[in-house]
């Protein structure tokens, strides 16, 4: 049977790993809502045009579709902008999948709903949505939204992988702001490389359960990444450090990134727990989660020293 399947947001980086894995399973029909049409359409898939900040643009987008992948908005910007995209454009969004009797509707969102943390071992539904940024607030929004409409609500923490260019870009301006690893203060961190993430959220829309009851999944490896190990796996990987790099203790930390606001961003996330888990997602969706962070991480390896300019083999002596 032919499932007909709507994503927003498929140029982006979490939409675009939804859309290769629609493109690898049978009996899918695509359409796409974009805001500008490829260059090279490709003659398998229907486009149709729409924009977060013009809800009537949206009008009709999901009729004749059986399930919506929502990975469409906005991070970082005018607050107002925010809002429109990420608020109003999901809740009307929401309508036309009401309107279009859709059974299954997936969001896309992010565990930095919760706020700074820390979160140890937390669960859908034990810790309060209480966001710390106008992004995060917007989204917030947009989940009440999708849930009202009886949707599903994926939370990623960190997602790394292709097209990523915030985790570990951050990560490596961290540990050259350091010009060191950490010395036992970082913390966990829930992971999930965008490959499986894109597998888990086509699952939802093509497998996941139809009874119109909005629920909430965690989208993380079943283990959590000690800070250490992450950022010890990023700096071994491109070579940053010698042997014998030294040891950077908290407070050294906070002093040496005091001028550097991405990261200090990044070292104010990892000095602290950010551990959710949802172990009945892998089952429910019928996903293995795969290595874990230090077995995939490598993979990617040649993506982003393309991206950030490390050259293969680059290694810091000191």
């Not at 009440?144 to 490596?172: F, S």
């Not at 999930?192 to 629920?215: Q, S």
């Not at 909430?216 to 491109?238: C, I, N, Q, R, W």
Request: glycine share 10%.
């Amino acid at each position: 049977m032919t499932r007909r399947l709507l994503i927003t947001g498929s140029s982006g980086f979490i939409g675009g790993h939804v859309l290769r894995a629609a493109r690898a399973a049978e009996d899918v029909r695509l359409r796409l809502l974009v805001r500008t049409p490829p260059a090279t359409p490709d003659p398998d898939v229907e486009y149709v045009y729409g924009d977060l900040t013009d809800p009537a643009s949206l009008r009709g987008a999901c009729a004749d579709v059986d399930a919506v992948v929502h990975c469409a908005g906005l991070i970082g910007g005018d607050a107002e902008l925010l809002r429109q995209a990420n608020d109003l454009g999901t809740h009307a969004l929401a309508e036309e999948v009401r309107q279009a009797a859709v059974t299954r509707f997936v969001y896309l969102s992010t565990a930095a709903v919760h706020g700074r943390g820390p979160f140890r071992d937390a669960r859908p539904g034990e810790v309060p949505v209480a966001p710390a940024s106008d992004t995060s607030r917007t989204r917030a929004a947009a989940e009440e939204h999708v849930l009202a409409a009886g949707g599903t609500v994926l939370r990623p923490h960190l997602v790394h992988g292709r097209g990523d260019r915030w985790v570990i870009p951050g990560i490596l301006a961290l540990l050259r702001t350091l010009d060191g690893l950490p010395d036992g203060w970082a913390g966990l961190q829930s992971m999930i490389d965008a490959d499986t993430l894109g597998r888990v959220a086509f699952a939802a829309a093509t497998r996941g359960p139809a009874d119109g009851v909005g629920r909430v999944h965690y989208v993380t490896h079943p283990d959590p990444v000690p800070g250490e190990l992450l950022l010890s796996t990023v700096a071994e990987t491109f070579g940053l450090f010698a042997e014998d790099a030294p040891r950077v203790s908290a407070e050294t930390a906070r002093q040496r990134v005091l001028d550097h606001p991405a990261a200090r961003h990044h070292l104010g996330m990892l000095a602290v727990d950010h551990w959710f888990s949802d172990q009945s997602l892998w089952s429910e969706y019928g996903v293995e989660p795969g290595a874990g962070f230090a077995g995939r991480f490598p993979e990617y390896a040649d993506w982003y020293r393309e991206q950030t300019g490390l050259p293969a083999g680059f290694e810091k002596t000191r």
